[in-house]
């Protein structure tokens, strides 16, 4: 597991975007975290680090909003973001097939409020926990589930500092 202080929201679009860059296609992350913890701020970060173009708002109506963007390979990648705070049930998920989502070919999926889709999430996938401690500051805690496998390698990765 790693931890990541923000300090403000500047800080956490930053740590999105990095994330972003890292991102590999196939990924999903799960962003879990109370109403105002930066979800949406960090998912905007993730679309800058995935060149998205187009703003990266919350898809708290809609459930799910896709964006195009380029993979620092240059090769295109769509962001999927879904925001499952106004579920009425885990029935819901077949309106707009979610499954689809837990193992994108063609881009990564961010998942807010994943707890609403109850046992329907996906083997693998990176957890990304925000506590908010004051006014702009959060604790990030980011973890692979499983804790053992391929993405749980590449997390050390990520825990490396940047160069360049």
């Known amino acids: 597991m790693i931890e ?25 992350v799960l962003l879990h975290g109370d109403l105002g913890a930066g979800k949406t701020t960090l998912t905007q970060g993730i679309g800058h680090g995935l060149n998205v173009a187009s703003p990266v708002q919350s898809p708290t109506f809609t459930l799910v909003l896709e964006h195009e963007g380029t993979a620092a390979s240059g090769e295109p990648v769509s962001l999927y973001h879904l925001d499952l705070y106004r579920l009425a049930g885990a029935d819901d998920l077949d ?23 109850a046992t329907r999430l996906p083997e693998r996938y990176l957890l990304v926990r925000l506590v ?33």
């Open 95 to 117: 309106s707009f097939g979610f499954d689809d989502y837990l193992a994108p070919t063609d881009g990564v999926s961010v998942i807010e409020w994943p707890e609403r889709a």
């Open 4 to 28: 990541i202080l923000s300090s403000d929201e500047h800080q956490t679009r930053e740590l999105g975007q990095r994330l972003g860059r890292w991102l590999r296609i196939g990924d999903v």
């Open 132 to 164: 908010a401690l004051a006014p702009g500051q959060r604790q990030v805690l980011i973890e692979a589930v499983p804790p053992n496998g391929s993405l749980a390698d590449r997390l050390r990765s990520f825990a490396a500092p940047e160069r360049g």
